[in-house]
Protein backbone atom coordinates (compact mmCIF):
# COMPACT_ATOMS: atom_id res chain seq x y z
CA UNK A 1 0.00 0.00 0.00
CA UNK A 2 0.99 3.69 -0.65
CA UNK A 3 -0.12 6.02 1.76
CA UNK A 4 0.62 9.50 0.75
CA UNK A 5 0.26 12.12 3.64
CA UNK A 6 -0.71 16.16 2.44
CA UNK A 7 -1.07 18.89 4.31
CA UNK A 8 -0.08 22.70 4.96
CA UNK A 9 3.14 23.23 7.30
CA UNK A 10 3.19 22.34 10.88
CA UNK A 11 0.06 20.75 10.77
CA UNK A 12 1.38 17.22 11.94
CA UNK A 13 1.83 15.29 8.80
CA UNK A 14 4.73 13.76 10.11
CA UNK A 15 3.53 12.86 13.26
CA UNK A 16 0.95 10.83 11.53
CA UNK A 17 2.91 9.60 8.87
CA UNK A 18 5.43 8.41 11.61
CA UNK A 19 2.86 6.76 14.01
CA UNK A 20 1.41 5.34 10.49
CA UNK A 21 4.66 3.55 9.97
CA UNK A 22 4.46 1.94 13.59
CA UNK A 23 1.18 1.07 12.99
CA UNK A 24 2.10 -0.60 9.18
CA UNK A 25 5.79 -1.64 9.89
CA UNK A 26 5.73 0.50 6.56
CA UNK A 27 8.95 3.04 5.02
CA UNK A 28 8.56 7.17 6.06
CA UNK A 29 9.55 8.66 3.02
CA UNK A 30 9.97 12.41 3.99
CA UNK A 31 10.93 15.45 1.37
CA UNK A 32 12.22 17.36 3.97
CA UNK A 33 14.75 14.23 5.10
CA UNK A 34 15.53 13.98 1.34
CA UNK A 35 15.90 17.51 0.58
CA UNK A 36 18.88 17.82 3.19
CA UNK A 37 20.41 14.41 1.78
CA UNK A 38 20.35 15.57 -1.59
CA UNK A 39 21.43 19.75 -0.93
CA UNK A 40 23.73 20.72 1.93
CA UNK A 41 22.05 24.16 1.47
CA UNK A 42 18.58 23.68 -0.38
CA UNK A 43 17.33 27.19 -2.23
CA UNK A 44 13.55 25.84 -2.79
CA UNK A 45 13.83 25.75 -6.42
CA UNK A 46 11.27 24.81 -8.43
CA UNK A 47 14.20 22.48 -10.02
CA UNK A 48 15.01 21.47 -6.18
CA UNK A 49 11.84 20.22 -5.26
CA UNK A 50 11.58 18.39 -8.59
CA UNK A 51 14.89 16.49 -7.89
CA UNK A 52 13.43 16.13 -4.01
CA UNK A 53 10.16 14.05 -5.63
CA UNK A 54 11.83 12.21 -8.44
CA UNK A 55 14.38 10.90 -5.70
CA UNK A 56 10.94 10.33 -3.19
CA UNK A 57 9.08 8.44 -5.90
CA UNK A 58 12.48 6.11 -7.16
CA UNK A 59 12.87 5.31 -3.80
CA UNK A 60 9.05 4.59 -3.23
CA UNK A 61 8.75 2.53 -6.14
CA UNK A 62 11.88 0.36 -5.19
CA UNK A 63 10.18 -0.41 -1.56
CA UNK A 64 6.67 -0.96 -3.03
CA UNK A 65 8.23 -3.77 -5.20
CA UNK A 66 9.06 -5.64 -1.89
CA UNK A 67 5.68 -5.75 -1.16
CA UNK A 68 6.86 -3.24 1.34
CA UNK A 69 3.95 -0.44 2.80
CA UNK A 70 5.59 3.45 1.82
CA UNK A 71 4.39 6.26 4.19
CA UNK A 72 4.93 9.69 1.58
CA UNK A 73 5.46 12.37 3.69
CA UNK A 74 5.37 15.84 2.06
CA UNK A 75 2.89 18.80 0.94
CA UNK A 76 1.21 17.68 -1.99
CA UNK A 77 0.14 21.07 -2.27
CA UNK A 78 -0.66 20.61 -5.95
CA UNK A 79 -2.36 18.33 -7.86
CA UNK A 80 0.14 17.21 -10.03
CA UNK A 81 2.18 15.52 -7.57
CA UNK A 82 -1.11 13.61 -5.82
CA UNK A 83 -1.23 12.33 -9.65
CA UNK A 84 2.27 11.09 -9.88
CA UNK A 85 1.68 9.27 -6.73
CA UNK A 86 -1.10 7.58 -7.88
CA UNK A 87 0.73 6.61 -11.12
CA UNK A 88 3.37 5.36 -8.71
CA UNK A 89 0.86 2.84 -6.93
CA UNK A 90 -0.66 2.06 -10.14
CA UNK A 91 2.76 1.01 -11.71
CA UNK A 92 3.57 -1.06 -8.64
CA UNK A 93 0.10 -3.23 -8.63
CA UNK A 94 -1.19 -1.52 -5.33
CA UNK A 95 -3.31 0.99 -4.07
CA UNK A 96 -3.24 4.67 -3.11
CA UNK A 97 -4.58 5.81 0.44
CA UNK A 98 -4.55 10.23 0.88
CA UNK A 99 -4.91 11.10 4.35
CA UNK A 100 -4.85 15.15 4.65
CA UNK A 101 -3.67 16.33 7.60
CA UNK A 102 -5.45 19.31 9.04
CA UNK A 103 -5.47 21.80 11.75
CA UNK A 104 -6.35 25.73 12.63
CA UNK A 105 -4.05 28.30 11.86
CA UNK A 106 -3.41 29.36 14.84
CA UNK A 107 -2.31 25.84 16.34
CA UNK A 108 0.33 25.63 13.15
CA UNK A 109 1.42 28.84 13.67
CA UNK A 110 2.50 27.74 17.53
CA UNK A 111 4.00 24.51 16.22
CA UNK A 112 5.94 26.54 13.61
CA UNK A 113 7.40 28.69 15.58
CA UNK A 114 8.29 26.31 18.38
CA UNK A 115 10.14 23.91 15.95
CA UNK A 116 13.47 23.50 16.40
CA UNK A 117 15.98 21.31 15.08
CA UNK A 118 13.70 19.86 12.40
CA UNK A 119 14.68 18.97 9.13
CA UNK A 120 11.99 21.35 7.73
CA UNK A 121 13.08 24.73 7.36
CA UNK A 122 9.42 26.30 7.04
CA UNK A 123 7.94 28.87 8.60
CA UNK A 124 5.21 30.60 8.71
CA UNK A 125 5.60 32.70 6.02
CA UNK A 126 6.06 29.43 3.98
CA UNK A 127 2.55 28.04 5.63
CA UNK A 128 0.89 31.07 4.14
CA UNK A 129 2.52 30.67 0.72
CA UNK A 130 1.53 26.67 0.36
CA UNK A 131 -2.04 28.02 1.93
CA UNK A 132 -2.07 30.43 -1.23
CA UNK A 133 -1.58 27.88 -3.96
CA UNK A 134 -2.89 24.55 -2.51
CA UNK A 135 -5.25 23.09 -4.67
CA UNK A 136 -8.00 21.45 -2.51
CA UNK A 137 -8.09 17.19 -2.54
CA UNK A 138 -10.66 16.15 -4.99
CA UNK A 139 -9.87 12.59 -4.84
CA UNK A 140 -11.40 10.27 -2.12
CA UNK A 141 -9.49 11.01 1.42
CA UNK A 142 -9.37 10.53 4.82
CA UNK A 143 -8.60 13.66 6.87
CA UNK A 144 -7.45 13.94 10.36
CA UNK A 145 -7.51 16.70 12.12
CA UNK A 146 -4.80 16.34 14.50
CA UNK A 147 -5.49 19.64 16.68
CA UNK A 148 -9.17 17.90 18.02
CA UNK A 149 -8.64 14.04 17.45
CA UNK A 150 -5.51 11.78 18.63
CA UNK A 151 -3.82 11.16 15.40
CA UNK A 152 -2.87 7.34 16.27
CA UNK A 153 -6.66 6.51 16.98
CA UNK A 154 -7.79 8.10 13.75
CA UNK A 155 -5.05 5.81 11.90
CA UNK A 156 -6.50 3.06 13.54
CA UNK A 157 -9.90 3.80 12.56
CA UNK A 158 -8.69 4.37 9.15
CA UNK A 159 -6.78 0.71 9.01
CA UNK A 160 -9.85 -1.00 10.24
CA UNK A 161 -11.80 0.50 6.85
CA UNK A 162 -9.51 -0.30 4.77
CA UNK A 163 -9.25 -3.66 5.56
CA UNK A 164 -12.89 -4.16 6.19
CA UNK A 165 -14.63 -6.33 3.56
CA UNK A 166 -15.94 -4.20 0.62
Not at 38 to 61: H, L, N, Q, W
Not at 141 to 166: C, M, N, W
Request: aromatic share 8%; with cysteine; glycine share 6%.
Amino acid sequence: MLYLICGLPGTGKTKVANELASLTRGVHLRTDEIRKQIFSDPAYTPGEKERVYEAMFRTAGSILKTGTDVILDATFYNREKREEAKKLAKMAGTEMVVIEVVCDEKTAEDRLRKRKGDASDADFEVYRKVKSEWEPVKEKHFVIFTDRQKSRDELRKILGKLQAPK
